[in-house]
């Protein structure tokens, strides 16, 4: 459902969407999960019609639009081994007729990143082993040469997909909880807990909120050190997708942003368990929640933390399953 289209329908001419999955994707209560604190879900995971689903598809759908509007032909964007997003970035490109180019870094590798990585080999993208960020620095002049097709370079995308385009996959989604919160679906959550390994999401959601009118405290929780995801960050891209929403012909006043970034849960290193993301895996598996060691579980184990010390007080808490099928 077009919601961004239909609250500004200047945007309709400037700021085409590609329809990539079905939504609303759905809410339902997860009962039982903490003590005290009332919490729903959000499942993201069933989102895209392209053999892979989650968060990432939000995303695409405002940005490959604006690659083939741009004339390109090739993709080149950057991830850890088992990027969720290079993989979705390939599948939905190849269906729009685009190539992927993929750097990959280094990540821990166990069976979750080992069955990822089969699956990037088969999606037809270009795989570049650069190992580290500096490495993959270094890399991009020739990167960029080599995945050029005639005087045209290749798109860029930052990783993650959290361009200020992006972004605004998860600007759409705040519109698409709003009218959930609307149609009683959903209790109006006082607090929203997402994972954040590049931003976008959790961004995103904060402005879309902020646009929508919907009084509600996003916490984003870091997965990563790679990236800069501190609050100041992510305000400044929730700005400059506002800007950018601004530029193609939407009027609104100054949104005011609420949300807080924390990496208290991220643990050593993106990718690598710690004891409260195991034990978050094995309490949400009896409410039907499967939950992905990366993102999702260390998004879970602060929002079971914070609950059990009674931070959220009664609730609702509303989090969002980003993840995708495995
Ligand atoms: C990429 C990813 C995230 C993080 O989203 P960002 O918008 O990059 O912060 C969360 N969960 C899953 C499953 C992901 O693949």
């Known amino acids: 459902m077009p919601y961004l289209h239909e609250w500004s329908p200047a945007l309709r001419q400037t700021l085409p969407q590609v329809e990539l999955g079905t939504g609303p994707t759905p809410v339902r209560p997860l009962p039982g999960l903490a003590d005290d604190t009332e919490i729903w879900l959000k499942d993201e ?6 053999g892979w689903g989650g968060n990432k598809v939000r995303k695409l759908e405002w940005l490959l639009p604006d690659v083939k509007k741009k004339g390109r032909k090739t993709m080149l964007t950057f991830g850890g081994l088992g990027t969720n997003w290079g993989l979705a970035t390939a599948l939905y490109g190849r269906d729009e007729g685009l190539g992927t180019a993929l750097a990959l870094v280094d990540q821990p590798v166990d ?32 990167l960029i040469l080599r995945h050029s097709s005639g005087f045209r370079p290749p798109y860029i995308l930052p990783a993650g997909g959290s361009s200020p385009l992006g972004t605004l996959g998860y600007v759409e989604t705040a519109f698409e909880i709003a009218a959930q919160i609307e149609a009683g679906e959903l209790p ?16 995103g959601l904060a402005l879309g ?33 506002a800007a950018l929403l601004r530029e193609r012909g939407a009027r609104f006043p100054d949104p005011a942003l609420d949300f ?67």
Not at 216 to 224: A, D, E, L, N, P
């Open 260 to 326: 807080e970034m924390t990496a208290d849960w991220m643990g050593p290193a993106y990718g690598a368990a710690t004891a409260e993301s195991e034990l978050a895996i094995e309490r949400s598996r009896p409410v039907g929640l499967e939950l992905d060691p990366v993102y999702t579980a260390k998004a879970m184990a602060a929002l079971l933390d914070k609950a059990g010390t009674g931070q959220f007080g009664n609730g609702p808490v509303l989090f969002i399953n980003t993840n995708g099928p495995r």
């Open 188 to 203: 109006l959550p006082g607090h929203v807990v997402v994972p954040a390994g590049s931003g976008g999401t959790a961004s």
């Open 209 to 241: 909120f902020a646009l929508a009118g919907v009084q509600t405290r996003v916490t984003g929780v870091i997965v990563t050190d790679q990236l800069r995801l501190d609050r100041r960050a992510m305000a400044r891209l929730a700005s400059r997708s």
């Open 45 to 50: 995971s069933g989102f895209g019609d392209g």
């Open 111 to 142: 069976r979750h990143v080992e069955a990822q990585l089969k699956r990037l080999e088969g999606s037809g993208a270009t795989l570049h082993y650069t190992h580290t960020k500096a490495r993959t620095i270094a890399a991009a002049p020739w």
